[in-house]
């Protein structure tokens, strides 16, 4: 019998774990909800320009908060402007901060925890000491102080909002790396003289993406609710355009008036949220590597 190689060591729980891990996630029935969910609102938000809808900016005086009928599925707001409309685009606004917030923070977080984790010493201590100040701080508090500084757009919410979820990765990069770095397939290829970066991307990255893609996954459902937290406040995206949260900020002076202006986009955020969360904890159950 000949002896693996580190590749073939590191890659070994690889090359079945993907097929078991996706036999899990289709069996978990909230999982597949969560996709539905998503894949929802996703086609909403990239097929808004080609839907029959009305202008989600076009107002008007003849339709001032007029209840849900067959002309308005959803009703109108304070401006006479179609709800159903305002909350297909602000789909868009949601879920691109979702996403992009935390790809800023994975970008920005997975780098510096593998620095922290693979090579410690005055690296780790520095980096270390940095995160906890930043996880002291509450994460939409943090949020809201870097967009008041950045100011109020949709680019800087996304930029406050990554930023303020970065240190989740950091610490949670470092963590898995300071347990995948001690397995013999990585101290393999230290022993055949393979270079940091190489040992790093070929042996430690792989084997540390499973938790890291679930805490991504659970970390966009908190993006979106501090994107609609960061417009609500006026921080996030600006009036004309839609926005779930800006459209709460509206609707919070008409809640007598004018209910259905906030029950539909509270709805949205619920429902994309719960997907999120669906989603990730299928994940988590189906990436585990004790059950794959």
Not at 23 to 37: D, E, P, S, T, Y
Not at 156 to 173: D, E, Q, V, Y
Not at 182 to 207: K, Q, W
Not at 266 to 275: D, H, N, R, S, T
Request: glycine share 8%.
């Amino acid at each position: 019998m000949t002896a693996l190689s580190p590749t073939d060591a590191a890659d070994l729980p690889a090359r079945r774990a993907p097929s078991r891990a996706w036999r899990k996630l289709k069996a978990n029935k909230g999982a597949l909800a969560g996709c539905c969910i998503i894949l929802f609102f996703t086609l909403l938000a990239v097929l808004a320009p080609l839907l029959p809808i009305a202008d989600p900016n076009a107002t008007s005086w003849t339709a001032i908060r007029k209840a849900p009928s067959a002309i308005y599925w959803l009703g109108t707001d304070d401006l006479g402007r179609d709800v159903l409309s305002r909350m297909i685009w602000g789909a868009q606004a949601s879920l691109m901060a979702g996403v992009i917030s935390v790809a800023i923070a994975l970008a920005v977080g997975v780098p510096f925890g593998v620095l922290a984790g693979y090579f410690g010493g005055w690296i780790d201590m520095i980096i270390s000491r940095v995160t906890d100040a930043f996880l002291a701080m509450p994460f939409l508090i943090t949020a809201i102080a870097l967009a008041a500084f950045l100011g109020p757009s949709l680019t800087n919410a996304m930029i406050a909002i990554g930023l303020s979820a970065m240190p989740i990765f950091i610490r949670l990069t470092r963590g898995q790396v300071l347990s995948v770095k001690t397995e013999d397939y990585v101290e393999g290829a230290r022993a055949i003289g393979l270079r940091h970066f190489s040992i790093i991307t070929r042996y430690i990255l792989p084997n540390i993406l499973a938790p890291i893609l679930v805490q991504a996954t659970l970390t966009v459902a908190a993006a979106i609710i501090a994107e609609a937290s960061l417009s609500f406040l006026g921080l996030g995206q600006q009036p004309p355009a839609a926005s779930w949260g800006s459209m709460l900020n509206v609707a919070k002076n008409f809640l007598s008036q004018a209910p259905w202006m906030a029950v539909w986009p509270g709805v949205a955020i619920y429902l994309v949220v719960i997907g999120f969360n669906l989603l990730g904890d299928g994940l988590r159950d189906a990436l585990d590597p004790r059950e794959i």
